[in-house]
T-cell receptor, first 114, second 115 residues
Framework: GAGVSQSPSNKVTEKGKDVELRCDPI?????LYWYRQSLGQGLEFLIY????????KSGLPSDRFSAERTGGSVSTLTIQRTQQEDSAVYLC????????????FGPGTRLLVL | GENVEQHPSTLSVQEGDSAVIKCTYS??????FPWYKQELGKRPQLIID?????GEKKDQRIAVTLNKTAKHFSLHITETQPEDSAVYFC??????????????FGTGTQLKVEL
């Protein structure tokens, strides 16, 4: 079946602009995660959604970052007033449920803030 | 919170040799330890994982060992092949408490298998 998909694959924006990144999880997966991968670094947890529960936002680096998940499926990560330090690859992952399940990653969105 | 350290950052081996990558973690509550392989420009893919109720797990040429007392775990690749060249990430999480399975990742090891 189809894996996790993300769009756009690449995004170049100017400092101060807002951007929206989209994630389509694997069908039937109730858990969805966003991670950020900066150049030469590991993946950094941002936010987690599980079903209809309140999201775990503990990894969001500032209030410029927000995410929502509509209808328990597609998720959008929004970064307001982008800064150059926001430049990174943003990866989405989904799993069948929130516990004891493998996380499958999407291809990522490469964001460059000029 | 959890902190995962990974060594070495780069590793070069000859084809057919073994490769070992080591990680340490700080949170004794962590009980799930996956390893991901990321080829250049591609998404991370799970290659093996281990839970804290076992000390070792093997899948063909890949094995992972876990020492809960010392809070470290290692990835072992035997008979390395050029297609093993990639960045490998270790991660840790506490998947039984709280909500979800948010992973804390190491900073990655660039493995290069030379002919």
């Amino acid at each position: 079946g189809a894996g996790v998909s993300q769009s756009p694959s690449n995004k170049v924006t100017e400092k101060g602009k807002d951007v929206e990144l989209r994630c389509d999880p694997i069908s039937g997966h109730t858990a969805l995660y966003w991670y950020r991968q900066s150049l030469g670094q590991g993946l950094e947890f941002l936010i987690y959604f599980q079903g209809n529960s309140a999201p775990d936002k503990s990894g969001l680096p500032s209030d410029r970052f927000s995410a929502e998940r509509t209808g328990g499926s597609v998720s959008t990560l929004t970064i307001q007033r982008t800064q150059q330090e926001d430049s990174a690859v943003y990866l989405c992952a989904s799993s069948l449920s929130g516990r004891r399940e493998t996380q499958y990653f999407g291809p990522g969105t490469r964001l460059l803030v000029l | 919170g959890e902190n995962v350290e990974q060594h070495p950052s780069t590793l070069s081996v000859q084809e057919g040799d073994s490769a070992v990558i080591k990680c340490t973690y700080s949170d004794s509550a962590s009980n799930y330890f996956p390893w991901y392989k990321q080829e250049l420009g591609k998404r991370p893919q799970l290659i093996i994982d281990i839970r804290s109720n076992v000390g070792e797990k093997k899948d063909q040429r890949i094995a992972v060992t876990l020492n809960k007392t010392a809070k470290h775990f290692s990835l072992h690749i035997t008979e390395t092949q050029p297609e093993d060249s990639a960045v490998y990430f270790c991660a840790a999480s506490d998947e039984l408490t709280g909500g979800g399975n948010k992973l804390t990742f190491g900073t990655g090891t660039q493995l290069k298998v030379e002919l």
